[in-house]
């Protein structure tokens, strides 16, 4: 097993040695695609499907897509949000023709909200939020599942190519509403190929990795009809949670900040956040701290230092002892403060954005 | 358990008393409906469910919908279509808003026919041959599953709401893509509501029961978001198969008669049909025959004859052993010869209506 490159370190290798292995993904190093973005170089992205046939895109100019999608159920969004537009833009930047779907109608399905009021969820908060994190909205294409009639009826089709068994196997369980909510999104992440058949990439978390198997089997399965291109996918790690755990998790609050979260909640939670530091400022100060297994640090490295040099200097001073925790907590509280007042502002302006969007209709 | 009534008497009468203790259903009667038509007279229509809410807005001249549905896979259809266009027809005179939906979503994600083959079937056939068996095109509104949005968002959110316990329990299997045309089709049977609610009723075969079934418990987990007025239903007996089975079969094709189906085959199927004659013409004359067990006179009555009068007469003069097996045999047969020729007839000039119909797009 070759190891994951990751040039700063990082928690829970072996958990993501472990998720490559069980699903047979193959591993992202920063070689894999020409001019990575941050995250790619950072070995945050560590893992896909299908490489192969978007670097070969990216170095040749060839046309492909790259396809993401917002639910809109939740009040918030997280981080694992934040590097999906990342990554979207990274390939919106190299001619990818770029979709965003507003999953209403799974939202609609799983939280028992009607679509009208996910629609407008969507169009009030989670479509601005993904521009204020980056989102080209002039280059975007977005569509609500429940407007999308060849989604909708790709997804009715392909229930036909699936046993209950093979959901089982492939989610561990199955009832109606999942079977339903997985033929949807491979509709969704074979759409562009109705309009035009080319190679299409996913970018998510890692965790809707079942889905893109799914699919790929689909595609496997309805050769004659359609002969779509298998899609290509590529997985970031999860943001860990403060508290040391593989991700973030609303069930419990203390580990997790939700976007936008208000600076005195950020504020406590980061204080009692987990660490690389030794036991005492002394035994920190001449045996230098664990930034690989930081919280603090791995936020930085995720989501709040954009200048690679930067967050280098703090791994270096980190590790020769001269940064105490209290120190770098308040500098990252600082870093978190710049960072949602700069959403903020973006989605305020945003917002004002979403009345000028291309929507398929 | 009250019996069946069926004034010309019935084959297999213990297997629809089976079918209505087994199903829990609602006993029709000739005096169930006001003017009953000639079906419902006769105890081809034998059962259904909520049918007082139906009675009711006859009697009073309320709003109601009766819906029914197309499915364009197979190059044919049966004499169950039949009696599904009569009964519409009647409702339909009786004030109710009348609904055709052409299922190529189903048939497409069962049949791997693309959706555009399954509508230019439907279209090219199955509609015209209903217009061809009575239907008035001029008073109906027809949509395709795949174009009709609602539908499917609806058939989507369903599907949070029954278990895969309960889709085995109904169906006896829930493999995918049942429930995917189990979900759609309790969202067709609810879409005249969402245009305007109130009581609707859906006429077809007894074996579409599950479906109705289903439908009513979705109705019913769904009260608090859409506050549907539960569907009726009105089920008609199979037609018998000419061997005396249950039903026609294509699995069987001795057993079956297709519509349209050449006069030629139908003749040779009718020579060796089963009967209610006796062993010997001497014993026949001197018995005579038995009509409730002859399959001839179940097509006579089912299909064939429309005046009571005429119909009463073979009967008569069967019972008295007038009539011998032979002669009712080739009496049939001029019947069948009739009624393909109009078939034809209005086959042909129905396909000319098609581009006048009201389709919702």
Aim: glycine share 6%; with cysteine.
């Amino acid at each position: 097993m070759t190891a994951i490159i990751d040039p700063w370190g990082s928690v829970l290798v072996k958990d993501y040695e472990k998720i490559i292995k069980d699903f047979g993904l193959e591993i992202f190093t920063p070689k894999t695609f020409p001019k990575p973005n941050r995250i790619m170089r950072r070995g945050v992205v560590f893992a896909g499907r299908d490489l192969k046939r978007i670097a070969e895109c990216l170095k040749k100019k060839k046309k492909f897509y790259a396809l993401s999608g917002i639910m809109p159920s939740a009040e918030k969004i997280h981080f694992g949000n934040k590097m999906v537009v990342e990554n979207l833009r990274y390939f919106q930047d190299h001619g990818a023709k770029t979709y965003i779907l507003i999953a209403d109608l799974e939202a609609a399905a799983t939280r028992d909200i009607s679509l009208e009021e996910a629609q407008k969820r969507a169009l009030n908060f989670h479509i601005p939020a993904y521009i204020a994190l980056g989102l080209d909205p002039k280059k975007t294409i977005f569509y609500f599942q429940s407007e999308n009639r060849k989604v909708m009826n790709m997804g009715y089709e392909f229930a036909k190519k699936v046993t209950l068994n093979e959901f089982r196997s492939i989610y561990g369980q199955a009832d109606p509403s999942r079977i339903m909510a997985a033929v949807l999104q491979s509709g969704d992440m074979l759409y562009p190929q109705t309009v035009e058949k080319m190679p299409g990439i996913i970018p998510v978390g890692v965790d809707q990795d079942p889905h893109v198997r799914l699919c790929r089997d689909i595609i496997s399965r309805t050769r004659v009809k359609y002969d779509f291109v298998p899609i290509s996918s590529l997985y970031h790690k999860f943001t860990p949670g403060l508290d040391g755990s593989l991700k973030m998790s609303k069930s419990k609050p203390g580990s997790c900040i939700e976007l936008p979260e208000d600076i005195k909640s950020i504020t406590k939670k980061i204080k009692a956040a987990k660490t690389g530091g030794r036991e005492t400022v002394e035994k920190q100060r001449k045996l230098g701290g664990k930034p690989e297994e930081c919280m603090i640090f791995e936020l930085y490295k995720q989501h709040l230092i954009n200048d690679d040099k930067e967050l280098q200097k703090i791994y270096d001073k980190c590790k020769k002892g001269k940064l105490t925790c209290g120190e770098d907590k308040a500098h990252c509280i600082e870093h978190f403060k710049m960072f949602m007042q700069t959403f903020y502002a973006n989605l305020e302006k945003a917002r004002k954005q979403v009345s000028k969007l291309k929507f398929i209709r």
